[in-house]
């Protein structure tokens, strides 16, 4: 059967949407329309019932086409013998990346991998670098692990030019995440340059700087604040290249993006092509041209929730999925026991499988950039560059994201959100499935693995309000 011809003497109708909005309207029989379809972000983003087709879509897809994303699992065991043991069945079972979480790294959630040069070259023993992406997850000592991989990679002599690697620099995620930095503000902005020239001079590849908006969506904040520190992040990073004598046309390449999706689809969807576009305006307004965006997306933490676990396995389902149709080059599904501990090899298979499935059997990354002309979701992408833009603009005003945080600017606008998103919950505006309705009678036995939790550094020089990472079932009191 020829699709193109099946329906070619069939006319449709011209939709019409006053037509729609009153048919809408008799349906409700009174009920307010406001109300009842029209619904709005965080941010105040109003999000309509229906949209049209996009009048001029654009096209914001991940970076390589020719693959799948980089399929990331999370290594995070305390354990370097069981995280290498680990390493080797994520990678022999069809993961293609490897996301490293040390200990003390504001995403590592209380858990990590012991932080020294020899657990690094431990758990890599087996790993073909050539073939493997490789990321360090943001930590106070990003810049020592970088040396500490450099070494590695000398001592086995890897071709550079094979190599796929994110070295998780990213001092504004370790400042709102921790709430310190090890040297002041003024000496970091003198010295990373430093690091960064020898970075160069050594010919590393890879993305040696990070913007990291993790750790300010799990601490609260909305989709534009995120973003908007994202923003800031990269902006800084760029005027330290700039200091290190870099061109930025050639610098900017090698700074990378991560952020969080959540359970919601097509907000997750627009935050990451409109990172994209947000990227390639700042690189505009530096005028170079723009290079596109390296971006790596993690299910989102603050959306776990302790109780009925398996509801977790949905959640990080349809965030991964947004996560993939909305462009990401590298993703990573957080096991669904996370918040009940150290999670196990089965919730570990069952985080690495969802992505397998979505690559290879429903070919999510066969269509390249599927919400192009979307309405809704163009729409959405506008709007959260424009509400990300302005948060921007706000931080730079502020002296820029260290300054900020320092002077605690940041944390009020997202502890705001973060206590306003709380509310809803508690009013009943927004529910969790399985904790606050729909709970099951008795609770599962949850298996995870012995590991006990690091409480957070404390050593540092400067200090700001940290944010640390805080589920919506904590915040509501429904986790117990």
């Not at 949407?17 to 619904?39: C, H, M, N, P």
């Not at 019932?49 to 970076?63: D, H, S």
């Not at 041209?289 to 396995?313: C, F, G, Q, V, W």
């Not at 050593?459 to 944010?467: H, M, S």
Request: hydrophobic share 45%; with cysteine.
């Amino acid at each position: 059967m020829d699709t193109r011809t099946v329906f070619s003497d069939v006319e449709f109708a011209v939709g019409d949407r006053d037509q729609w909005i009153a048919l809408a309207q008799k349906a409700l029989a009174g009920a307010s329309f406001e109300e009842t379809l029209v619904s709005h972000t965080d941010d105040g983003i109003r999000i309509e019932p229906l949209y049209e087709r996009a009048a001029t879509p654009e096209f914001l897809a991940r970076q390589n086409l020719d693959s799948p994303w980089i399929m990331a699992q999370r290594i995070d065991d305390t354990d370097p013998l069981r995280a290498r043991m680990q390493i080797k069945e994520e990678i022999d079972q069809g993961a293609t990346g490897l996301a490293l979480v040390f200990e003390g790294a504001p995403n590592a959630f209380g858990y990590g991998l012991p932080a020294s040069a020899e657990v690094l070259e431990t758990i890599l023993e087996d790993v073909a670098l050539n073939r493997t992406y490789l990321r360090i997850d943001v930590h106070p000592s990003s810049r020592a692990m970088a040396d500490w991989l450099v070494a590695i990679l000398t001592k086995r002599r890897v071709d550079p030019s094979k190599l796929n690697l994110s070295f998780g620099i990213d001092p504004a995620a370790i400042f709102a995440g921790t709430g310190r930095l090890r040297m002041s503000i003024e000496a970091l902005q003198a010295s990373m340059p430093q690091s960064l020239a020898h970075f160069f001079a050594l010919g590393v590849p890879g993305m040696l700087l990070e913007a990291d908006g993790r750790v300010l969506h799990n601490a609260g904040a909305t989709e534009a604040q995120e973003l908007g520190v994202m923003l800031a992040s990269a902006v800084a990073h760029l005027r330290l290249f700039e200091e290190a004598r870099q061109a930025l046309v050639y610098a900017a390449p090698h700074i990378g993006f991560s952020l969080s999706v959540d359970q919601d689809q097509f907000l997750s969807m627009a935050k990451i092509r409109a990172l994209r576009k947000l990227w390639a305006r700042v690189q505009q307004s530096c005028s170079i041209a723009p290079s596109p965006a390296t971006i790596h997306a993690e299910t989102s933490y603050r959306m776990m929730t302790l109780k009925d676990p398996e509801t977790n396995i949905l959640r990080t389902t349809l965030a991964g999925f947004a996560a993939a149709t909305g462009g990401a080059d590298s993703i990573s599904i957080l096991p669904h026991t996370i918040a009940h501990g150290l999670p196990d090899a089965f919730a570990r298979r069952v985080a690495r499988n969802t992505q397998l499935i979505m690559a290879r059997e429903s070919h999510l990354g066969f269509v390249a950039d599927p919400a192009s002309g979307s309405g809704a979701v163009e729409a959405l992408t506008a709007e959260l560059c424009e509400a990300a833009w302005r948060e921007f603009q706000k931080i730079e005003t502020e002296g820029g994201v260290l300054r900020s945080l320092a002077e605690g600017h940041i944390q009020r606008r997202v502890q705001e959100a973060r206590d306003r998103r709380a509310a809803e919950y508690k009013a009943g505006k927004h529910t969790l499935i399985g904790t606050t309705i729909y709970p099951l009678a008795v609770e599962p036995e949850v298996a995870t693995l012995a590991a006990d939790r690091h409480p957070a550094p404390t050593d540092g020089t400067v200090f700001c309000e940290p944010l640390p990472p805080s589920r919506l079932d904590e915040l509501i009191g429904a986790d117990a």
